[in-house]
């Protein structure tokens, strides 16, 4: 079946450092979520990306999805400890009676050293 | 967060003793998804519904069955639980955009 690949696994990183996760498929996407889940908390939608190339930002936050709709990425500038969290990205694996079908990747886990 | 509640937030129970999870929804959307989550997994769909008495299995359905008797209901059952369905479960909804919510979570052990 459709997989995304996420990467890293886990990332560490000294507050105000940048951060970023990848997420990569062998297959197109049709688009792309990403969810942020809060340690012992449940995931949060953060965006979607659909057209090729697209790039969407929320403040130090920068969402991008590749030409070819393979890949995208999310990159968080200056993190703060607000930010420590697993990330997920989804792809949309269909959409049969208009039940959209979510797969994840394995998740990228952000903690900070204050 | 969406009007969405799991019961029981954490339960243990024993191998081959039956569960049922509920999620509860109180704004009447239609798409209603059960998920595990286990560690370097994310989040795996178990089973779905897409409206009163309509489901669905997703990528890890075994062992597991689901109803929808009311809008507002989604249960999720384990017949005979086993120790590999340790998990965190979590119910979402999907409102009228492309956005799912996902309710707190049931941390069930199955020893």
């Known amino acids: 079946g459709q997989q995304v690949m996420q990467i890293p696994q886990y990332q560490h990183v000294q507050e105000g450092e940048d951060f970023t996760t990848y997420c990569n498929s062998s297959t197109t996407l049709s688009n792309i979520q990403w969810y942020k889940q809060r340690p012992g908390g449940h995931p949060v939608f953060l965006i979607q990306l659909v057209k090729s190339g697209e790039v969407k930002k929320q403040k130090r936050l920068t969402f991008q999805f590749g030409e070819a709709k393979k890949n995208s990425s999310l990159h968080i500038t200056a993190t703060q400890t607000t930010d420590v969290g697993t990330y997920f990205c989804a792809e949309e694996n269909s959409h049969f009676q208009g039940a959209q079908k979510l797969v994840f990747g394995q998740g990228t886990r952000l903690t900070i050293n204050p | 967060d969406a009007g969405i509640t799991q019961s029981p937030r954490h339960k243990v129970t024993e191998t081959g003793t039956p569960v049922t999870l509920r999620c509860h929804q109180t704004e009447n959307h239609r798409y209603m998804y059960w998920y595990r989550q286990d560690p370097g997994h994310g989040l795996r769909l178990i089973h779905y519904?897409?409206?009163?008495?309509?489901?669905d299995k997703g990528e890890v359905s075994d062992g597991y069955s689901v109803s929808r008797s009311k809008t507002e209901d989604f249960l999720l059952t384990l017949e005979s639980a086993t120790s590999s369905q340790t998990s965190v479960y979590f119910c979402?909804?999907?409102?009228?955009?492309?956005?799912?919510?996902f309710g707190p979570g049931t941390r069930l052990t199955v020893l």
């Open positions: 519904s897409y409206g009163v008495k309509d489901t």
């Open positions: 979402a909804i999907r409102g009228g955009g492309v956005t799912q919510y």
